[in-house]
């Protein structure tokens, strides 16, 4: 499985971005899928996470309603819309593939390589 992370950039605080995450080499369809995220001299932290068709949906507390993550299985992509971005957004967001279908089940063993946020004051 092959997970590659795009979208990110240089953005003003205050705006928006979507992240997007293609799976290849074997279809993410029937397992969870997350986005986590590693900030410069920080540990890798949860940031979202999304069952198998998309219904059940999981945020780390400091998303506060400003994120949403979504799949389009038929495609083998995952998307996080971020809004309201605020200068301590800024990290390398990686996409996440589960060993099950549930993201409370799951163990995280697919990565992809990261694409990098930068949100100014």
């Known amino acids: 499985v092959q997970l590659q992370a795009s979208g990110g950039g240089l953005v003003q605080a205050g705006a928006s971005l979507r992240l997007s995450c293609t799976a290849s080499?074997?279809?993410?369809?029937?397992?969870?899928m997350a986005w986590f995220r590693q900030a410069p001299g920080k540990d890798r932290e949860f940031v979202a996470a999304?069952?198998?068709?998309?219904?059940?949906?999981s945020y780390a507390d400091f998303v506060e309603g400003r994120f949403t993550i979504s799949r389009d299985s038929a495609k083998n992509m995952i998307y996080l819309q971020m809004s309201s971005l605020k200068p301590e957004d800024t990290a390398l967001y990686y996409c996440?593939?589960?060993?099950?279908?549930?993201?409370?089940?799951?163990?995280?063993?697919?990565w992809g390589q990261g694409t990098l946020v930068t949100v100014s004051s």
């Open positions: 999304v069952d198998w068709v998309g219904d059940y949906k």
């Open positions: 996440a593939r589960g060993n099950a279908r549930n993201p409370t089940r799951s163990k995280w063993n697919y």
């Open positions: 080499g074997h279809t993410s369809s029937g397992y969870a």
